[in-house]
């Protein structure tokens, strides 16, 4: 008889410090990364597909979003920061790419409360295209796993795609006339 298919993994992949809400000082966290994985006789085979991922104090074990780490991230400067590929390490997953004006803030806020979406989810920032000066806003799940930049601001998880980064760099969302626009 042959068995396969596939397997939900959750597995620790990496740790570093950060500022635990419950514990109220620095803690270790560890980085836990669920993958689909296909598996047969119930060997994994291969990475899988990234489902989820979450970071959990090493001291009181609650987890978090990895939205969290998003709060002390530090401002990018230039378009050549935003377009350095990911090290290995996850924090340098984190930067603050953009920056909103009040009433884009408020908007966000606004869709966010009607849309019913959940806390955990950050706000996902691409320009509608390379020439416009529009923007698109959504709400998703961030993966801090390289294909993203995680920041902040004004109270809002911010996530921005790293190839879309370099051009947004330095910038500030704006919401007027019904629409997002960087300046
Ligand atoms: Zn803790």
Request: proline letters at 6%.
């Amino acid at each position: 008889m042959i068995i396969w298919g596939n397997i939900e993994l959750e597995k620790q992949e990496e740790v570093g410090d950060f500022h635990c809400p419950a514990c109220n000082c620095e803690r270790k966290f560890e980085l836990l990364r669920t993958r689909d994985c296909f598996h047969l006789f119930f060997i994994p085979l291969g990475q899988g597909e990234l489902l989820q991922e979450r970071i959990r104090c090493q001291s009181c074990r609650r987890p978090y979003p990895v939205t969290l780490l998003a709060w002390s991230a530090p401002t990018l400067a230039s378009p050549e920061e935003a377009a350095r590929p990911a090290s290995e390490f996850l924090l340098s997953n984190f930067g603050n790419v953009v920056a909103l004006t009040d009433s884009a803030a408020e908007e966000i806020r606004r869709r966010h409360l009607e849309g019913d979406f959940e806390t955990s989810l950050a706000v996902r920032i691409e320009p509608v295209s390379r020439a416009d000066k529009e923007i698109a806003i959504t709400f998703d799940t961030p993966i801090a796993d390289g294909r993203d930049w995680l920041g902040a601001a004004h109270g809002l998880p911010l996530v921005v795609d790293r190839r879309s980064a370099p051009d947004l760099v330095g910038t500030t969302i704006d919401f007027r006339d019904g629409q997002f626009y960087r300046d």
